[in-house]
C-alpha cells in the first residue's frame, strides 16, 4: 500500500477542550463585564491567545494596559490548564481510536499539527502520545492558520510530500491552511461551517476504512 501523511488537528478532532477554552474565555469576560456567548466562542477557533483576548476587548469596546493584557493572558491560561489536569481517555472523541489504530496498521505516517502550546500534555492525558509520529504544536509554529506552517512542519517531520498528507480539522481556519497547503482537507463537524473542505464527517464514527483505504491510493497531482 502506498504511503501517505495523516494530520491530526487537536481541539475538536481528538479531543474536545474547546469547551474548556469556552469556560476559560468566558470567565475571563465576565470579570471585565463582558458577556461573551457560544457564538463568540466559535470565533475563537483555531486563533491565538493574543488575537482572542483583543477580540473580547473589540466586543465589550474595553481597552486595558499591556501589563493587564498580560496577566489576563496568563491567568487564562492557568485556568485552562487546571482543567486539562483532569482530563483522562474519556474525552477522546468517538472512533478516533479506530482510525489512528488503522493508520498505524497500514504503515501511514501520522502526525498532530496543532497551535495548541498543551498538546503534548493532553496527548499524555489521554494515552494517545505514543500513536503518532510526529507532533507540531503551538511551540514548534510562528504563524497561525489559515498559514499553512504547522501542517508543513508536519508533513516534513514525517517525510512526506504535502500533496501526499491529509489533514483532519474542525475549524474553518484549519481547513484553509490545509487547501494552501495542498493537502487533502477533511472536515470533521459542520458541512455548513466547513464547506471549504474536500470531504466533511459529523465525526470519525462516519469514516470507513474503505475510505482511508482510497485516500491512501488516490493520487493528487
Avoid at 486563533?47 to 493572558?73: A, C, H, P, Q, Y
Avoid at 502526525?111 to 507540531?136: C, D, H, M, P, T
Wanted: glycine share 6%; net charge negative.
Amino acid at each position: 500500500m502506498a504511503k501517505k501523511g495523516f494530520i491530526f488537528d487537536l481541539d475538536g478532532v481528538i479531543v474536545d477542550t474547546a469547551k474548556y477554552h469556552f469556560l476559560a474565555w468566558q470567565n475571563l469576560a465576565n470579570s471585565l463585564g463582558i458577556s461573551f456567548s457560544e457564538e463568540q466562542n466559535e470565533q475563537l477557533k483555531g486563533v491565538s491567545r493574543v488575537r482572542s483576548l483583543e477580540k473580547i476587548l473589540e466586543w465589550g469596546n474595553k481597552t486595558i494596559s499591556e501589563k493587564d493584557f498580560t496577566s489576563l493572558m496568563t491567568k487564562k491560561n492557568e485556568e485552562y490548564l487546571n482543567y486539562i489536569e483532569t482530563m483522562d481517555t474519556s474525552e477522546i472523541l468517538p472512533d478516533v481510536p479506530r482510525i489512528l489504530e488503522y493508520l498505524l496498521t497500514e504503515e501511514q505516517g501520522v502526525a498532530l499539527g496543532s497551535a495548541s502550546k498543551n498538546a503534548r500534555i493532553i496527548l499524555e492525558k489521554v494515552l494517545l502520545k505514543e500513536k503518532f509520529q510526529a507532533i507540531v504544536d503551538g511551540t514548534d509554529v510562528s504563524k497561525a492558520k489559515p498559514d499553512p506552517e504547522v501542517f508543513l512542519i508536519g508533513a516534513q517531520k514525517l517525510g512526506i510530500d504535502p500533496k501526499d498528507c491529509v489533514v483532519f480539522e474542525d475549524s474553518v481556519a484549519g481547513i484553509q491552511a490545509a487547501n494552501i497547503a495542498n493537502m487533502v482537507s477533511i472536515g470533521i463537524g459542520d458541512p455548513k461551517v466547513l464547506h471549504e473542505a474536500d470531504y466533511v464527517f459529523k465525526d470519525f464514527t462516519e469514516i470507513k476504512e474503505e475510505f482511508i483505504n482510497q485516500l491512501v491510493t488516490t493520487k493528487r497531482n
